[in-house]
């Protein structure tokens, strides 16, 4: 009976989608996708981690932990070799303390793929994932474009069950799989590995829902899907789909079609009526076309017409794949996708073929990521070696998580702080000393003007009413009444919930000085300007402000909380820097009114 792995979290934990739904909108689709029979939630990793640290507001692992304690189906996390979830290889340390901190915070399941199908590459996680006791995936990447690339590999495929592997994926990240070079694979590699054979296909235009169907005909038992608006967003196969396609041919998958729908309902809500790149046809249809993956593509048009070049596209297609075979004929999963599209844009903008060549594109012709499926052309090669006298070599050692620990400053309160102040540098840095300091207004809160109780209450309302279809619940204790609602429009940062106490937020009072009017902090928290960190501030001073038009946010116990404007006017000061705790009545703002409404 074919089974059906989810992966609808994980790829709205990435980009382009990475906080466009509220953590706890997510926390309940796995709730719902839970009870759907599902034989695998693949919650992280790929862009997932990466875009959750850069984004700075949660930890990674806080975001497993919570999907842990909320479900019981297996967590699934995608991890690439020596890269794991980032763009750079990382030590062997670090793939092994990787792996014990995501097997201890409730993944079961780990999607082990190699970029360049060099197997070898995957021994250390491999080893470490067996060791924990959990359940290694091994993936192979299909990238057309040389001949003899189904033979190719199945040869690499047969080194696969040394490794521990329970199963072997094949991943088409371009769309490119045919319905008879699917049948063929997943027969051959069954055959050559005596393992089960899962399929990995990403497809506009039925393909890969096609090439599903044609898989589970010849064996395979494992197919990832979508739900539907995330399949049809981002090219993925449709669970929904899938399910009732095999059940009208009598292959029964036990999965529960209402509760993907269910959960549909809630994705759709938030991203219903949004474009979301790359679903633009003109997109698809040129990475159908050149079998490239949509993203890639999406991406290099961007960044064409920042630079005035977007009638140069077609060109740049064209220079990716004359480039994928100066290097070997490497596949075009994440990250060497983007390496080769990186380098294609350097040649077309300079009007040269490698006249500046981008370090990783180096290290990939080096040999420094593994071995390529094909002998890199060796005009290329040296033409790297000579522009490369002067550029440092990548480490044949990266850091340790112990070579981390005394840069750390008292960062690291874990081990899994440590992997990520290794992995990711200076944004792993900004992430921790946001959840530090979130942590101590915590603690000066329980000691401070609300006591340990009442901050308990808080949480639980909130709690309520995240997790309830209630939308708002209202307490009185003691003096301090406690409004907690949702946001009759999702925020634009985490959580879609407002608190809000007697003293009204925004509350704006005369200053004295010139007629300006004053905004306080109605509260002990923290002050941003913008609605997270890649965003343009919510005001500037010299702006026009209509009343109830949102100033800042402030945060306060995980939750964030707008502050808005309650007269018309103009922005004449700002007086706290971005980032900084404020206290109750700290000044924030002041206002020069105006006497009619702005146009906004």
């Known amino acids: 009976m074919p089974q059906l792995l989810d992966s609808t979290i994980r790829l709205l934990s990435q980009e382009p989608l990475a906080g466009s739904i509220p953590t706890g909108e997510v926390l309940r689709i796995a709730e719902i996708l839970d009870t759907a029979g599902l034989a695998c939630l693949e919650v992280s990793g790929g862009g997932a981690f990466e875009s959750t640290v850069r984004r700075g507001v949660e930890s990674p692992w806080e975001r497993i932990r919570a999907l842990d304690a909320r479900t019981v189906t297996p967590l699934g996390i995608a991890l690439r070799g020596r890269f794991l979830v980032g763009s750079r290889p990382v030590s062997a340390d670090v793939v092994q303390r990787f792996v014990s901190c995501a097997a201890e915070n409730g993944i079961d399941i780990f999607r082990l793929h190699d970029p360049l199908n060099d197997v070898a590459n995957l021994r250390e996680a491999g080893q470490a994932i067996v060791g924990a006791g959990k359940t290694l995936h091994v993936g192979l990447v299909y990238s057309p474009g040389r001949t003899g690339e189904v033979d190719a590999l199945v040869e690499q495929a047969r080194p696969v069950p040394e490794l521990g592997a329970a199963r072997v994926i094949i991943n088409d990240p371009t769309d490119a799989l045919l319905p008879h070079l699917t049948e063929e694979l997943v027969t051959r590699v069954g055959e050559v590995t005596g393992l089960p054979v899962g399929l990995h296909v990403q497809g506009a235009a039925g393909t890969g829902l096609l090439n599903a169907i044609v898989a589970t005909r010849v064996g395979a038992d494992l197919i990832a899907t979508a739900v539907y608006p995330l399949a049809l967003t981002l090219h993925r196969v449709a669970g929904q789909s899938l399910v009732e396609a095999l059940h009208g041919l009598g292959r029964e998958t036990g999965v529960d079609v209402g509760s993907l729908w269910d959960a549909s309902d809630i994705v759709d809500e938030y991203i219903g009526d949004e474009p979301v790149a790359p679903v633009a046809p003109r997109i698809a249809v040129r990475a159908a076309e050149y079998d490239l993956p949509a993203g890639l593509v999406a991406a290099l048009d961007v960044h064409l017409r920042a630079h005035a070049a977007g009638d140069r596209l077609l060109d740049t297609l064209s220079e990716v794949q004359r480039i994928r075979a100066d290097a070997g004929w490497p596949p075009l999963a994440a990250p060497i996708g983007q390496i080769l599209g990186s380098q294609a844009l350097l040649n077309i903008l300079s009007a040269r073929r490698y006249g500046t060549v981008l370090d990783e594109f180096r290290h990939l012709v080096v040999g420094a990521y593994g071995e390529t ?124 919930i407002v608190v809000t106490d007697e003293a009204p937020v925004g509350a704006a009072a005369p200053s004295g000085n010139g007629g300006l009017v004053r905004v306080e902090s109605p509260m002990v928290g923290v002050f941003y300007r913008s609605a997270d960190p890649g965003s343009p501030p919510f005001v500037d001073i010299g702006d026009v402000v209509a009343a109830g038009q949102t100033l800042c946010l402030l945060e306060a116990m995980k939750l964030f909380n707008e502050l808005t404007a309650e007269v018309d006017g103009r922005i004449r000061s700002i007086h706290v820097e971005n980032g900084q705790p404020v206290e109750y009545g700290t000044l924030l703002f002041e206002i020069e009114p105006v006497s009619t409404p702005p146009a906004v």
């Open 373 to 496: 499926p094909a002998p890199i052309d060796p005009s290329v090669r040296r033409a790297v070696e000579l522009l490369a006298v002067d550029t440092p070599a990548l480490e044949d050692d990266p850091p340790s998580a112990e070579d981390v620990r005394d840069a750390a400053d008292g960062l690291a309160a874990a081990e899994e702080d440590l992997v990520l102040l290794a992995m990711f540098g200076e944004d792993a840095s900004a992430l921790l000393r946001t959840i530090r300091q979130r942590h101590s207004r915590e603690a000066s809160l329980l000691v401070g003007d609300v006591d340990a109780q009442r901050a308990e209450r808080i949480r639980e309302l909130v709690k309520i009413v995240q997790e309830s279809g209630v939308g708002e619940i209202e307490i009185e204790d003691d003096g301090m009444r406690v409004s907690v609602r949702r946001a009759d429009e999702p925020q634009p940062m985490r959580g879609g």
